[in-house]
């Protein structure tokens, strides 16, 4: 099924929204804004739910913008995700055209279903989630609960995958993916919930040609929380080549880590060589950075993150940032630039808040005798807020103006002269408005009394510096009464500039092309 998106199209909004949002004729004008100017939402309006969520609607959220903890404001509100309906579609901005490119032929998963031996679906996908695109433009994705990798190659008329290959199987939950060397890989890398493996690779191979060498044995894994939680472990390499980067979530909500020794190295950005030797501890206190993404323009890392759940509706936002070298997010002690969890003491000053490079965790004995030492200045405050409880999973960067001029697209990029050359050009380079900006998914979470996320949003940069703002960009997984049918989880872009966009709620893969039209 193929359909072009127009303003007559766009998810309606509720009156609350309309009048949350204060503007009588939103609801015929919001997509039209998307590809001009988009709407604008601050302070306590910027805090929509998922009906009020659609494309040219843009949010920023500031620390000011924080209410205090509410504890008593907690529920549990998991959604049951439905078949999707017949009239039901990924909406896009006016100008772009959504496809089902691969699965979609099965039942739903549930939260349920997500255990650590997972039931094959007997789709195309059992649990499809972390999409990347090798450097020959085949797309890798991470089937989590099958253990597998699989191979998606090609577009047929009907806007259907061309051709779907299994590259490795018998994994481990396997979330992250990484090309090593980027420019020539002889290696694609995996994060699986316990370890990071590689198998042996050549542009273009469909299926591994040997077996999966394990390079770290030890990565902490699984969690009490449910379904496993925080089991994803994504993989990246510093622009320079010379470390792997991978990301651990936290153990817990919010168990204090000097005394729960489970959480030693979780919660962080681990670093290790390309060979699989532990490093550092590249940065702390981020609860959750399910996905990691290599800032083109700037070299820097960044960290797409689940913050903490049990403090209100609109506590904590989850986050995409920046992540220098050696930085501290505050969990579990602290969140957003060292406001203080009600629930904890400080950390102990010989642990691992001030101390992150300890070789082990504390003792019990350590941990009950210690001096507790505020950290809260040093917490830094993430680049972009967004809403609480949109559990956003992975991020991409948009090609920078290097990789389009190498593609030969003549950009129109304000300020810039033109790029030469550009016969023959692939029509779906998204306009350049996007260009060097950010994709992330946001799968939509439980801890909300009225649901958030459930789309991607894009994150406007400046020179590779986030403005602070983000937009709704692929909306539309929730019915008009609530009822959720998607769950977005990857992003990648292809080489011809088009979005690839997961969704283990429905098991697919879904395509984003720019049309103009």
């Known amino acids: 099924m193929t359909t072009a998106f127009t303003p007559s199209s766009a998810a309606r909004l509720s009156l609350a929204a309309l009048l ?5 004729t939103f609801a015929t004008a919001s997509v039209k804004a998307s590809a001009q100017a988009p709407t604008l939402l601050t302070g306590q309006a910027a805090f929509t739910d998922w009906n009020q969520q659609q494309p040219g609607v843009r949010h920023k959220i500031t620390v000011a913008d924080l209410p205090q903890p509410k504890p008593d404001e907690a529920v549990s509100n998991q959604p049951h995700v439905i078949p999707r309906p017949a009239n039901a579609f990924p909406i896009a901005p006016a100008g772009f055209k959504v496809t089902l490119y691969a699965g979609g032929d099965t039942t739903p998963m549930q939260r349920a279903d997500n255990v650590e031996h997972m039931t094959r679906s007997g789709g195309t996908f059992t649990e499809p989630r972390l999409i990347r695109v090798a450097p ?10 099958a253990g597998e990798i699989i191979v998606l190659r090609g577009v047929r008329p009907d806007g259907k995958a061309a051709q779907i290959a299994t590259f490795a199987t018998g994994l481990d939950h396997p979330f992250g993916i990484a090309f090593y060397p980027a420019d020539n890989p002889k290696y694609v890398y995996v994060g699986n919930a316990t370890t ?6 050549h542009a273009g191979d469909l299926h591994a040609s040997g077996p999966a060498e394990t390079i770290v044995p030890d990565i902490p894994g699984y969690a009490q929380l449910t379904g496993g939680g ?3 472990r994504d993989v990246v390499f510093t622009k320079d080549g010379q470390h792997m980067l991978v990301s651990v979530g936290s153990g817990s909500n919010v168990d204090d880590a000097d005394t729960h020794d489970r959480e030693f190295h979780r ?6 060589t390309p060979e699989g030797k532990f490093v550092e501890v590249y940065a702390h206190g981020l609860r959750n950075c399910v996905g990691e993404a290599i800032n083109p323009a700037t070299g820097s890392l960044w960290c797409s993150t689940n913050e903490r759940d049990n403090l209100g509706n609109h506590l904590v936002p989850d986050y995409v940032t920046s992540v220098p070298e050696g930085s501290f997010f505050g969990w579990p ?3 957003m630039g060292g406001h203080r969890d009600p629930r904890l003491k400080d950390p102990c000053a010989n642990g691992t808040g001030p101390n992150p490079q300890l070789a082990a965790p504390l003792t019990a004995f350590q941990a009950l005798a210690c001096k507790r030492v505020d950290l809260s200045s040093k917490v830094l405050t993430p680049d972009v807020l967004v809403q609480p409880h949109m559990a956003s999973l992975e991020m991409l960067f948009y090609p920078t103006r290097n990789v389009l001029e190498n593609m030969g697209r003549p950009a129109d990029i304000p300020g810039k002269p033109p790029i030469k050359g550009g016969q023959n050009l692939p029509t779906s ?8 900006g950010a994709f992330a998914a946001e799968h939509g979470s439980w801890n909300r009394a009225n649901r958030a996320g459930y789309e991607v949003i894009y994150i406007p940069m400046r020179d590779g510096h986030a403005t602070g703002e983000y937009d709704d960009f692929l909306t539309g997984f929730v019915t008009a009464d609530g009822q959720v049918w998607g769950r977005p989880v990857g992003v990648a872009v292809a080489k011809d500039g088009s979005l690839f ?10 395509h984003v092309t720019y049309t103009g039209k």
């Open 333 to 335: 002690w602290y969140y």
């Open 230 to 232: 925080h089991w994803t």
């Open 20 to 24: 949350s949002i204060g503007l009588a």
């Open 196 to 201: 990071v493996q590689r198998l042996p690779y």
């Open 429 to 436: 380079i998204f306009p350049s408005d996007y260009i060097g």
């Open 501 to 510: 966009v997961t969704d283990d709620g429905s098991r697919s893969v879904w």
């Open 267 to 272: 919660a962080d950005v681990l670093e290790y």
């Open 136 to 145: 020959n433009g085949d797309l890798f994705l991470s089937d989590s609960g």
